[in-house]
């Protein structure tokens, strides 16, 4: 029967059709709840986020600006109200980091290409009446947060001498492992600020630092003798974000 092979999409599209409703229908569809003044609130909408900006790098090499050799920073995941204050969600990102030796007479410098994926929690500090039922004066314009995550990194350096960026006449030191893209764990903190645009659509500045349980995103550690420090590395990004709410009402 024709019916048989479009089943899976006719349920997608049930699916997605019974979100938007719930997302976009009357109060009476969607469940109160309520904080701790008794104050009603509506959880959700779910949020899709998407952001570009710059990766900076802290390591064994530099956590000073004048040696970095900035690269791309890339996100994107969603959001989820559960109560006034406090949003969870997930991400992704990608970003590119680089670097010159702070000390000369080593004359060393890297580049990475890392890939994460993180689950978070998001807190507003600062009262918005639009996340009540109820609100008594309109939605805030400007919000403030604070954000922190834990999760998975994926990442592939390469070592070599001198102070420029690679290029394709450049020739990399052998790598300190040889099981490169590596994993380590991240723990992202970081703060923003939202501006509101429309009930729909916001735009975010953010700032963040993870901090991993390596110290081999440069492929500059003791175990190759490349370094004395043991001290893991990190990284920072600066992003600028959107934030779209498809399904709100």
């Given at each position: 029967m024709i019916i048989r092979p479009l089943l899976p999409a006719l349920l997608l599209t049930l699916a997605s059709t019974q979100l938007a409703t719930a997302q976009d229908g009357g109060p009476?569809?969607?469940?109160?709840?309520?904080?701790?003044?008794?104050?009603?609130?509506?959880?959700?909408?779910?949020?899709l986020t998407?952001?570009?900006?710059?990766?900076?790098?802290?390591?064994?090499?530099?956590?000073?600006?004048?040696?970095?050799?900035?690269?791309p920073s890339f996100s994107a995941g969603l959001l989820y109200?559960?109560?006034?204050?406090?949003?969870?969600?997930?991400?992704?990102?990608?970003?590119?980091?680089?670097?010159?030796?702070?000390?000369?007479e080593r004359n060393l410098a890297f580049r990475t290409k890392a890939g994460s994926g993180v689950v978070l929690f998001r807190f507003e500090p600062l009262r918005d009446e639009g996340a009540f039922a109820d609100p008594?004066?309109?939605?805030?314009?400007?919000k403030p947060y604070l954000?922190?995550?834990?999760?998975?990194?994926?990442?592939?350096?390469?070592a070599y001498n001198g102070t420029l960026r690679?290029?394709?006449?450049?020739?990399?030191?052998?790598?300190?492992?040889?099981?490169?893209p590596a994993m380590a764990l991240v723990a992202p903190v970081g703060l923003g600020l939202t501006l509101r645009l429309t009930p729909k659509l916001n735009a975010s500045i953010e700032g963040s630092y993870s901090?991993?349980?390596?110290?081999?995103?440069?492929?500059?550690?003791?175990?190759?003798?490349?370094?004395?420090?043991?001290?893991?590395?990190g990284y920072?990004?600066?992003?600028?974000?959107?934030?779209?709410?498809?399904?709100?009402?």
């Open positions: 009476e569809r969607r469940r109160r709840h309520y904080d701790g003044n008794a104050r009603p609130y509506y959880r959700g909408p779910v949020r998407l952001g570009g900006g710059v990766g900076l790098y802290s390591g064994d090499l530099t956590s000073g600006l004048s040696e970095q050799l900035v690269g109200k559960v109560r006034p204050h406090w949003l969870v969600g997930g991400e992704f990102s990608y970003v590119q980091l680089g670097a010159k030796d702070q000390l000369p008594r004066k309109p939605a805030a314009l400007i954000k922190a995550g834990v999760g998975f990194l994926l990442y592939s350096p390469k690679p290029d394709d006449n450049t020739t990399f030191l052998p790598s300190e492992r040889n099981d490169y901090f991993i349980s390596t110290d081999q995103l440069d492929d500059i550690s003791p175990a190759g003798g490349r370094s004395t420090s043991d001290r893991n590395d920072g990004q600066v992003e600028l974000k959107l934030e779209y709410a498809p399904w709100r009402r």
